[in-house]
């Protein structure tokens, strides 16, 4: 074994590298910060696409579909992010962004079907499409969880409970339960775009509430789904997709925290959480090449595939129950589709802003061509990463001090007959009289009231 004093700038280092080794492998994949383009990227994307004055997203441009109506859930989704990362360090643009959640909500998302209602009920959010009520609920929890405002949370819980799952129905065979895309005839049957969503919706309701039935419920969606819907190489349904990729994803690493399944279960739900996310940024399938997410269409829908994936992606590699090495991958692959996005961007007419559906080119169309769903897919991506690094960035911080106030507090240790034993910072006695450092774990100690690194 080496011995050697350390100075408090390299006990410093070390302690940072051997306590909080996940932030610092994560922080060191940060070469380019993009917050700042992440503010003018969100301000592009509601100067050309929001109606300010009511919270959702425009029919300014030909590729707005007006039922797209789970598209207003995404587009939200950003604002909402955006709000979470400024509502401590600038007050007045998130209380802006806090003005336009409401207006949203007071608008019913721009629900073309819901019901007529001045009561602030779950009716308004009403509509055929079950996968597109999933969205909003999803969104609205998520407005809950970043401002506390309980009407939120209250209009998600009845949604689910009294629209979503009364439509679902039990499968003998997996002992599951599945949704129908729609209730309109054309639609009634099951799929990974419903199917995820309500999976997620319901294991959040069980972390918000504690009770069983959401625990059920999100159980038998994802059993359903796991039987009959994904695929062995991690394709969910066919073709695979990067938003049904990211959803599954999120369900996984969800269930993965608040089920008690055993040791198997909830490692597959781990392993899972990463299989289908790391799918989506490495197949063909799902790629044009090099990890940069491909063109997934220019509909309305297809065009906002994207913007789902993202934020699930950047909350996996927050997670830190989720191993080091497989965050890292995704952090990366995040930014190297951030840094081709924004090199694609044209900044001469800002606020004016938009973003091609294919992430490696310029978009070339005119103004009235511009896409919502692609604006939106590229904003989440901007406003996550942007998202991701500050967290990464204030972990690693938050772990340096940590370590710094730890050693500052270590305790003065007495002149006695036992001051040659070995100490942990903390001040525990580990061996005493001094017997030497063979086979003593790696690591910090006192000996001799001097710090002393074995390794």
Not at 336 to 364: G, H, Q, S
Not at 381 to 397: D, F, G, P, S
Request: overall charge neutral.
């Amino acid at each position: 074994m080496m011995l050697r004093n350390l100075t408090i700038s390299a006990l410093l280092l070390f302690a940072t590298a051997g306590l909080a080794q996940g932030e610092l492998t994560l922080y060191k994949t940060i070469k380019e910060n993009y917050e700042t383009k992440a503010d003018s990227m969100v301000n592009a994307f509601i100067e050309s696409f929001m109606i300010k004055n009511k919270g959702v997203f425009n029919d300014k441009y030909q590729y707005y579909a007006f039922n797209a109506y789970w598209t207003q859930a995404h587009a939200m989704d950003v604002i909402v992010y955006c709000y979470e990362r400024h509502k401590e360090d600038n007050k007045t643009l998130a209380n802006k962004y806090k003005s336009y959640m409401s207006l949203w909500y007071n608008n019913k998302a721009n629900n073309y079907a819901g019901a007529s209602t001045s009561d602030g009920s779950y009716k308004m959010f009403e509509n055929p499409f079950t996968d597109d009520m999933c969205w909003i609920t999803l969104t609205l929890l998520h407005m809950y969880e970043a401002t506390g405002i309980v009407k939120y949370r209250t209009a998600a819980r009845n949604i689910f409970d009294f629209y979503i799952i009364k439509r679902a129905t039990l499968d003998e065979e997996t002992g599951g339960l599945w949704l129908p895309w729609n209730t309109n005839g054309d639609g009634n049957e099951p799929n990974a775009c419903t199917q995820s969503p309500a999976t997620l919706i319901a294991a959040k309701l069980y972390k918000e509430t504690g009770l069983e039935k959401y625990l059920t419920y999100a159980k038998q969606l994802y059993a359903y789904t796991s039987k009959k819907i994904v695929k062995a190489d991690y394709r969910v349904e066919e073709p695979p997709l990067t938003y049904t990729q990211g959803t599954f994803g999120e369900a996984c690493r969800i269930l993965y925290h608040v089920t008690d399944e055993g040791t198997k279960a909830k490692n597959d739900y781990k392993k899972f959480a990463y299989q289908y996310i790391y799918y989506a940024f490495t197949s063909s399938r799902c790629t044009s090449s090099n990890n940069i997410l491909r063109d997934e269409g220019s509909s309305g829908d297809q065009s906002i595939f994207k913007a789902v994936l993202i934020p699930y992606a950047v909350n996996f590699v927050l997670d830190t129950d989720m191993a080091t090495t497989y965050r890292k991958v995704i952090a990366e692959f995040i930014q190297k589709n951030t840094k081709t996005l924004y090199a694609n961007l044209k900044w001469d007419r800002y606020p004016i802003v938009f973003c091609n559906f294919n992430w490696a080119k310029p978009w070339t169309g005119e103004d009235k061509d511009a896409s919502m769903g692609a604006m939106c897919s590229g904003t989440s991506l901007l406003e996550n990463t942007a998202r991701m690094q500050k967290a990464i960035i204030e972990n690693y911080e938050r772990y340096q001090q940590e370590q710094e106030d730890a050693i500052e507090a270590i305790p003065e240790i007495a002149e006695t007959e036992n001051t040659h034993g070995v100490y942990t910072l903390d001040g525990h006695l580990v061996r005493t009289p001094w017997q030497g450092t063979d086979n003593l774990p790696k690591g910090l100690y006192i000996i001799n009231r001097k710090k002393v690194l074995v390794r």
